[in-house]
Each structure stands twice: as structure tokens, then as C-alpha cells.
């Protein structure tokens, strides 16, 4: 489904991804782990063309279509049309906007009047917080609430492939618990993931595969239960003596 | 003194109205960029003259002479958008303060070029300068009419940016560019439609300058133009609310100052709006419905 290669990227002055293959099948949820500053956020801002490779390519294909498209010469409004949401770090919701305005405009590319309500609906039902906050602002919200929105305004585009970006940053344990079930959930109903946690061990138990970056590259792949039970992964992620 | 002072309330709120007009593209164009365009006030000027074109050259109705400003004043600030603004995305803040500078002055030598400097007197139809009857004060139809019109204007506006598509995707690109762009809103476009709706509001407060002072010049814009910043900047430059209350709020200080005290402080009114801005910032460094210092990446 996505398929990036050799890419090299570059932020501001700051050589940041040197050359990084990753691949996403269709149906999968993709852990990518790795410390602060590896470059994680880097690999997903590229994928939805806020930063651009110098070298390489990041090929989608969505399911049903045979051609691939290049993300990489895409806007990233082009890309959202693609299928392809991004839950961002910190949430960054709209704090100005009410609750359901967040949803709403996770639509924004959607015409089918319809459709957006049904699934408007949906989200509620997911996170009934959500429904009962409808009119408030997005910024009155708890740190919890906010990543659920977040995560129900990415939804709200339909996404086939979505981008997480350390959905658990901040969030008490059973909150993160909460939410890692529902991911789970919405994968099961048929959404590729790609997920960016520093909370290895969760993100590993979530995951069908993961990545491994150090200083924008990748160390290391496999399944994600292998990785789990990899001594050096155990070591240095998953604070295992 | 009642009736006086109901007089200079009046003509504060007439004054307000064309402030508050033109702020709210400072506002909405800073809300969006991140940039003032000095430029701005110029547009108000066009709008004047565009008035004065449509209306006493081709002798066009009145409700024709408005559409014809609002188009203009549009057309103009998606061109200083597209010319001055655009190439600059990006680059420091200061580059685009100098280049909108550079904008207005070239705008005024334009205008001088080709209309001289010398003021024209519009003279624009007669009933609407009849007064109202009945009145204890001295209100004209166009005054009534500039008030009203203004109002309409504005509440159009929020109606927009609060009811629509666009005015979501307004408030979203405004609050966080790049998150707006993950949610497909294409902000290149959201840019254009803050500066068509701002400018063309600026056009209509040319045009109501000019229908109320009967005179107009290549100038004109300038020092209301900076007036009107000094009023966004009151009401929290950004805030679209706070740029209409800030150009109310402006209008009327500014007329009872030279309404209220002895006739030799007239000569400072200027002084006086410049002073007041600086109060403000000493008191409120967000101005009155501003949001605090904001931390985007
Ligand atoms: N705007 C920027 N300009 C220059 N370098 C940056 C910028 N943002 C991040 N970096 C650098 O890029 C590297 C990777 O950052 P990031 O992708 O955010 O890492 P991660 O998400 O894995 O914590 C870091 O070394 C960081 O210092
Ligand atoms: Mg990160």
C-alpha cells in the first residue's frame, strides 16, 4: 500500500531521514519506535508532503487502483484526498473551534452530505465524550478527550491509511489503554496503520510489524513479536534490564 | 449639551463604522499571514475613486457604484496577495512589512500619476444629503445610511466566517497552517478569500469616506488606513470581533476629543489616536479581544 525508498530528507539545514525504506501492506498496523529525535515525525510529514525528499520516492497505492502514485509530488492537500490521514503530535486540534466543527472539518474534502453524517455518528459512538462536548471549544478539553478528537477528526476523511504520531504522549495509562483498544477496533474495521510511538512496548503489542529508527535510519525490522522479544529491543525500548 | 454630545456620539459611530471596516481586513489578513499590509489603507482609496468613476463618469446607480467597490477592492487585494504577499510566504515577518510599505507608497504614486494630486470634490445625489427631519441633532440620510450599511456588512461577515465551509476553513488555516493543510483545506485559496473579503471592505469605507467628506485625493488612505490599524490593533489585530469593536471604540474616542475639549487641542486628534494605542498596549499587549502570544511552530 505504501512503499517509501531511499528517501532522504532534509529540514532547513538539517540532513534529518539518511535514505529510509519502509513498507505498509494494506490490513497492517506498522509500529515505528525509536527514541526522541530519531526522525519518526520526519517519516510521517513526508509522507503527507509537508516536507519533501530530496531523494527517494514514497509510493501509495490505494486499494482498487493499479497505478501507484508518487506522494512525493503531491500537496498535502492532494494527499488527504488520497486516503491518507495524519493524527498529529500533540493533537493539535483546533482549540478555537467547537468539538464538532473538529469533526466536521476532518470532511473537509468529503461532498457526501450524507455519508459525513452517518459517520459523525459513528465517531460519537466511539468516543460518546465527543457528542456530549459538541459545542464546546476544542481547546476546553482534557489532554485525553483532545486525542480523541484528534483521532475522530482524522477518521472523518475516510482514511485507508492512517498516520499516528504518538497518540499516547502525556496521557495517564488507562487512557492510553482506552485508546490503543479503540485503534485496534477501527483497525479491525478495515483501516491501515502506521503508528509512531516512544511507548514501545504498547505500540508493540498493538502491531502487526515495526520499524526501528536511530538517527534517521532504520536499525531494524520485523514482526512486531519478535522485535518484542529481541534482547538488545528489550534493552534499550522496553526498559527490560 | 445633551443633544451635543448625542451629535458627537453620532458622528463618532459614523467615524467607527469606516474604521471598523477597514480594520477588520488588517485583522483577518494578520489572523491568516501573519502580516500586516500597509497597502490596506490604499484600497479604501480605490474604492473612492472607483466610486467616483462608476458613479459621476458613468453615471451608474448607487446600488451599482457599491457591487462595482466591493469587486474592485477585492480585485485589488488579491492582487497585492498574488504580487506582493505570495512570493513571501515563508520568509521573515519584517520582509513582508516592508514590501506591503513598499506597495502603498507605489499605490499613491500610481494614483498621483495618473488622477494628480489634487483632492476632487464627488458629488454624489442629492437626497442622500437631505437631514432627517424631526430630529433634535443633525443626522443626514447618508450618515443613517453609511451606519447601516457598515452594520449589514459585518454581520454578513461573521455570518460567513462562523456559518460556512470557508469561514471554518478561515478560523482552522488562521489557528494552525499546516494542520489545516492535513485537513485538505487548500490555504493557498483561504489566503485569497481573506484578502477579497477584507479588502472589499476597505473598498465600501472609501466610498463612505467619500460620500460623507464630499472630497477625495491620492492620499486619502493613508492616515485612516493607519487609524484603522491603530483600531485592530485596540481590539486585538486578529480578532475580527475585537477589530470591529476596536474601530467603534476609535471612531467615537477620537471625536469627543475633539468635541469635548477647548477648541486649541484639536490640532493633537492625531496624536491623540496614537497615544491612545499606546496605552492600550501598555495595559493590554493583546488589545482587548486578543489572544495571548501565541507558540506556533
Ligand atoms: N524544524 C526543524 N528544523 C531543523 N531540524 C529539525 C526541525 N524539526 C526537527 N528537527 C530535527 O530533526 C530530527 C528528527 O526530528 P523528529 O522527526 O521530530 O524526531 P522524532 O519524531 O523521532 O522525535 C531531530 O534531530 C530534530 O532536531
Ligand atoms: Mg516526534
Redesign the pocket.
Known sequence: MLEIGGAQVW??Q?H?LHGIDLAVAEGEIVALI?A???????VLMTICGLLRPRQGAVRYRAAGSSEPVDLARLTPEAIVGQGIALCPEGRQVFASLSVRENLMIGAYLRRDRAAIAADLDHVVSRFPILGERARQPAGSLSGGEQMMLAIGRSLMSRPRLLLLDEPSLGLAPQIVEAIFDILSDINEAGTTMLL?EQNASMALELAHRAYV?ETGRVTLSGRAQDLADNPEIRRAYLGAA | MTSYLLQQIVNGLILGSMYALVAIGFSMIYGIVRLINFAHGDIAMIGAFTALAVMIVAGLPLPVVILAVLVVGAAMGLAIEFVAFRPLRGAPQVNGFITSLAVSILIQNVAILLLTAEPRGVAFPAFLSERIPGLPINIDLVDILIVVLAVALMLGLVTIVNRTRLGMAMRATAENLDVARLMGINVSRTIMAAFAIGSALAGIAGLMWSARYGQIDPIMGFLPGLKAFVAAVIGGVGSIPGAMLGGYLLGLAEVLFVGLLPPEYAGYRDAFVFGTLILVLLVLPNGLMGRAAEDRA
Open positions: 529540514r532547513g538539517t534529518v525509536g526522541n529525535g530519531a526522525g519518526k515525525t520526519t509512531v529508527m
